[in-house]
């Protein structure tokens, strides 16, 4: 059920509506059940069950106005979650609110935190929100590093990226052989770790995962299906999926997220038949990871593909100047 279509009673999925809502410091706003109701005593993202005839959105708007006092003034979806508890199943429609107006008080006599994202493992939550965790902590734009051909051409993107403000970067780079591959990967890391950012590496090349190093894992589709169980060491991994089974597979591996390809027809991939929007938000409601949406997308797609469903966009061209591609 997407986030505008109005709940209808009886669901299998009882459908709850739920805020991220931030501070001036990006804290997130925690508050914690009572300890006789489900999930009792854990803290959860506030909201509540969507009533008959009520969209996800409408219902945010009302819960968040009963339990902390503040009225909603815009939101964006962020994740759809379902998940099976032993006694119940729940799906959460979690949105980011990006503007209200009050200052959130605990209505119900429930205690509230401000906390950082860093900070959320001290906080139990459902074992339901682990995926809003992850896509909390994870940027809107997936960039790949492609096609560059030199290590001053690579190197030059990276700095551009990390001018930009981008935290999360896939180190592909096929058209260098494996030697170049790491040797550049060197040169990188410093600068990767001052930045603050994560790189995510390809998985065919065997490097060994180094914790701490902000280093993550990419899959491709070989890897994937030769995947028996999560990569243990990396910041994140995550994986290249083409089909709901790949996407499926992605999740019951416990990766992090998955790259969801092609959503649209890309010059470098002429022979790959793209998926449309409607099939890719199809399969992004049968799936709890965050997933980007990767091919021929456009900076401006970006509000589209979380409409979708999707964490955001990942892209060769769509973050890098535009000259950049020109050469021959
Ligand atoms: N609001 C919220 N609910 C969550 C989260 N994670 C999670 O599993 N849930 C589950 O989603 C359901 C939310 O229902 P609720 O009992 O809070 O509903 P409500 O606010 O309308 O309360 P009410 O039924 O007492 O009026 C519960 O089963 C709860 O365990 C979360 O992060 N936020
Ligand atoms: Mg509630």
New binding site residues.
Partial sequence: MSASTPNTAPDPW?H?A?GVIRDACRRVLLSR?PQH???GGLW??????CEPGETARQALIR?LAE?LGIAVTAAEPLIQVR?R?PD?S?L?D?FEVTGFEGIPEGRENQPLAWVALEELDRHP?????RP?VTALRLPPRYPILEGGRTAARYQYWLEHLLATEHTLIYWRARDLDPEAYRKLLERFLPRVRQAGATLMLRADLEIPPAPGLGLGLHLDRTALARCRQRPAGWRWVAAACHTLAELQQAQSLGLDFAVLSPVLATPTHPDARPLGWDTAGDWLQQVNLPVYLLGGLKQRHLSRARRCGARGLAGIRAFLPEREFNYT
């Fill in positions: 009882p709850v739920a059940r109701v489900h999930q959860e993202f506030p909201g509540g069950k819960e339990e998940h508890y119940r729940v959460l979690v939550l459902p074992a339901a929100d809003i």
